[in-house]
């Protein structure tokens, strides 16, 4: 699977948008990239996935560049219990098992 | 739906005893996989099992071992514990072979070996 690059740490005012952002330029045509978070002594939660166009859900909204290699995670209004790990990970298309190759991460701090 | 469910939360063992963790997937998910998580090391993956089959394999000793029952629900075996085993297990699980399938993680299993 690719790897991945992302910022150690970030901040974010409470209410405002949390943009994260992920490198992977090594990205394969049939790699997916996904996104989890983990709370301080929890398991991973997942967020969001997607492949090639934008994606959205109840939690967040993941944009792809055209390239695909690199992707923004928007926590659109941030809120304290968003402060966790963020994790970005691609994972490829196939059926050779499900493995996830976590990086360090992305630290956010949400601030009141 | 149930979620990813580990047990034991917490347990404590001392070096050189041997340790099974165990993990009931979300109902009608055959996948089973499994990771380690250290302050050192962050989240790395041990194994995973489908269909009672191991599929892929991290780079553990063999002191790590695992399997799946029928019912697709699974245990992971830590032998001769060392120090440095220490750390949260998690097991996570996902429908299957579909590509593009999201995989849950259960809270996980705190290992203390003293």
């Known amino acids: 699977d690719a790897k991945t690059t992302q910022p150690t740490s970030m901040d974010c005012a409470e209410g405002r948008a949390a943009n994260l952002p992920c490198n992977h330029s090594?990205?394969?045509?049939?790699?997916?990239v996904y996104w989890y978070r983990q709370i301080h002594s929890q398991g991973p939660q997942y967020i969001i996935h997607?492949?090639?166009n934008n994606e959205t859900n109840e939690m967040a909204s993941l944009i792809i560049t055209e390239d695909r290699k690199s992707s923004t995670l928007i926590l659109p209004h941030a809120t304290l219990r968003d402060t966790a790990v963020y994790y970005c990970?691609?994972?490829?298309?196939?059926?050779?098992?499900?493995?996830?190759?976590f990086g360090g991460g992305t630290r956010l701090m949400v601030k009141p | 739906k149930a979620g990813v469910t580990q047990t034991p939360r917490y347990l404590i063992k001392t070096r050189g005893q041997q340790v099974t963790l165990s993990c009931s997937p979300i109902?009608?998910?055959?996948?089973v996989s499994w990771y380690q998580q250290t302050p050192g090391q962050g989240l790395q993956f041990l194994f995973e099992?489908?269909?009672?089959?191991?599929?892929n394999k991290g780079n553990f000793p063999g002191r790590f071992s695992g399997r799946q029952f029928s019912n697709s629900r699974s245990e992971m075996n830590v032998s001769t514990l060392e120090l440095g085993d220490s750390a949260l297990y998690l097991c996570?699980?996902?429908?299957?072979?579909?590509?593009?399938?999201?995989?849950?993680f259960g809270e996980g299993s705190w290992l203390t070996v003293v």
């Open positions: 099992y489908f269909s009672e089959t191991q599929r």
């Open positions: 997607g492949l090639k």
């Open positions: 996570a699980s996902s429908e299957g072979a579909i590509s593009g399938n999201t995989i849950y």
């Open positions: 109902s009608g998910h055959r996948s």
């Open positions: 990970i691609v994972r490829a298309d196939n059926n050779a098992g499900n493995m996830l190759t």
């Open positions: 090594t990205i394969s045509g049939n790699e997916y």
